[in-house]
């Protein structure tokens, strides 16, 4: 039976910001594209190798179009190279042309280990090289650019352009596969993920339409009047020092829309935080990260299946918990990192103190019918969880770079996209789910158990149960398969909840809705 993506996707009244050209050019009031073929694209190492196949095939007179968080001129796509940095920096010298949007870390001081000048020398590598990569800080304070997207067109022939959208940053720690070994470049994280810590990732290969609406929001972004630096002292004396200018120079006419590449739906979900001055093309903020998550727990009849590196906030999970209410057969899985990835003094109570306070919820309002896990490879190291995935009923699904948290469902930018296969027999978001549940359970994905949903926590709480014993047992015997573990974080302490909460809830997970909203569970 068809899904069909209007009883999924958010209308237009109900996105919230009209001041977007972000699905304008669609026919009617469609808020989304048709005719896109979406391939999901499971762990760093599958999509480095993507994302080096389609650029190593550009040619002079082609374009590169990205965005990230954080990007490491020295990581490599492959075991043996190039690296990031060398081979952008090597299409911009050969004539094509490379723009990019690099957040403006805040700095290692304040914003820890994973920030700091990465960005800056990526940026310069690529325009020495006569690209523009330039580093953007019009966000709110203390916030992020976080989404995470490349677009690669070839202006003659638009049937070959493909864009990458989802949670997998151009940096270390990202190039790891099933075998979860980590990747060798690592970066420094909490050391019960050992030296090279294993990471859970995805992203989504896109073909269609769907990158005309991906253009467009690059484009936004891009053509932002506010200057780069955000006239602030400090900002503009490290633009300066990054040689880099306060605009960027304008975009080349828009190339045509790509033509229908299969039958797979795309709605391209969004957050702004609400900015001083105002985002020209979201003069209150977006937050249709959240609405359409919400829109999404709201028809959920079975089962909402989610991968995520947080899942903090109550108020997050609210519409999730109003669900579980509501659909007495309604299942929940949940699959989140085992530790913080800085489970420090100061930097792990408030991460944990926000997810207890949310499970909490989830559990009350579906009293087993909610399972919560976390990874380990085959060494007993936990896997890093950074996949931010929700599926639902097999028939709606999300994958970028947004969280299931308060900072990422209204303060930092981020996109997501939402994903239904409009064919009379859809199979995308099912193929998915098995492809994450076999290689989680340790099963083939063809194995008739995970095939249908109504069984579904029993067979995770299982397996989750019988790797739990044999661990407390001395690990004596066969390993039992897979990789799953109950989730349980570490409590947290009444006198530090005081202090944990506050941090949480100004610098951890702030609040980046309109005043009259904040405190509230609208979004």
Not at 9 to 37: I, K
Not at 237 to 261: E, F, I, K, V
Not at 264 to 284: C, D, I, K, W, Y
Request: glycine share 10%; proline share 8%.
């Amino acid at each position: 039976m068809t899904t069909r993506p209007r009883e999924w996707f958010l209308a237009r009244s109900e996105r919230g910001n009209l001041a977007t050209h972000v699905h304008a050019g669609h026919p009617g009031e469609s808020e989304w594209s048709d005719g896109n073929l979406v391939v999901p694209l499971v762990h760093g190492a599958t999509y480095f190798a993507r994302l080096h196949a389609e650029l190593t095939a550009l040619e002079p007179g082609d374009r590169v179009w990205f965005t990230d968080w954080r990007g490491d001129a020295d990581e490599r796509l492959r075991p043996g190279g190039p690296t990031i940095g060398d081979l952008l920096a090597n299409l911009a010298r050969a004539g094509v042309e490379v723009r990019g949007l690099l957040w403006r870390s805040h700095g290692e001081k304040i914003s820890g280990p994973m920030s700091g000048r990465s960005n800056e020398l990526l940026g310069r590598k690529i325009n020495d090289a006569g690209g523009e990569a330039l580093l953007d800080q019009r966000v709110r304070a203390f916030g992020s650019h976080h989404q995470k997207f490349f677009v690669i067109q070839h202006p003659d022939e638009p049937e070959r352009d493909v864009a990458f959208v989802g949670g997998l940053d151009l940096c270390h720690s990202r190039r790891d596969d099933a075998e979860h070994g980590g990747d060798p470049q690592a970066v420094d994280m909490d050391p019960r993920y050992g030296r090279t810590p294993p990471w859970h990732d995805a992203a989504l290969e896109l073909h269609g339409p769907v990158i005309a609406d991906l253009l467009a929001l690059f484009a936004e972004r891009w053509n932002d009047p506010t200057p780069l630096d955000r006239d602030m002292p400090y900002l503009m004396l490290l633009q300066r020092l990054a040689r880099m200018p306060r605009h960027p120079a304008p975009l080349p006419a828009t190339s045509p829309a790509p033509p229908a590449a299969g039958s797979h739906s795309v709605q391209l979900l969004r957050t702004f935080g609400v900015n001083h001055p105002p985002f020209p093309f979201a003069p209150e903020g977006e937050r249709t990260v959240a609405r359409g998550l919400e829109k999404a727990f709201a028809r959920a009849e079975r089962l909402v299946y989610i991968e995520d590196q947080y899942l903090w906030s109550t108020q997050v999970v609210s519409g999730l918990a109003r669900a579980l209410r509501a659909k007495p057969n309604l299942q929940v899985i949940v699959v989140l990192p085992r530790y913080p990835d800085q489970d420090g003094t100061l930097t792990g109570p408030p991460s944990r103190l926000g997810q207890i306070r949310a499970l909490r919820s989830l559990h009350r309002a579906g009293p087993g019918r909610v399972g919560v896990f976390d990874l380990e490879n085959a060494g007993g190291t936990p896997i890093y969880v950074h996949a931010k995935i929700c599926i639902v009923d097999d028939s709606w699904f999300t994958c970028g770079s947004a969280n299931i948290n308060r900072r990422s469902w209204t303060s930092d930018s981020e996109l997501t996209c939402a994903v239904v296969d409009d064919d009379p027999d859809p199979t995308l978001a099912r193929s998915f789910r098995t492809e994450l549940w076999a290689e989680h359970l340790g099963i083939a994905a063809s194995d008739s158990r995970i095939i249908d949903l109504d069984d579904s926590l029993s067979i995770w709480s299982d397996a989750a149960a019988a790797l739990d014993a044999w661990h407390a047992g001395g690990r004596r015997g066969a390993r039992p398969a897979g990789q799953l573990r109950t989730h349980t974080p570490a409590p947290v302490g009444p006198i530090t909840r005081i202090w944990a909460g506050l941090l949480a809830r100004f610098l951890f997970d702030p609040d980046g809705r309109p005043r009259r909203e904040r405190g509230t569970n609208r979004f």
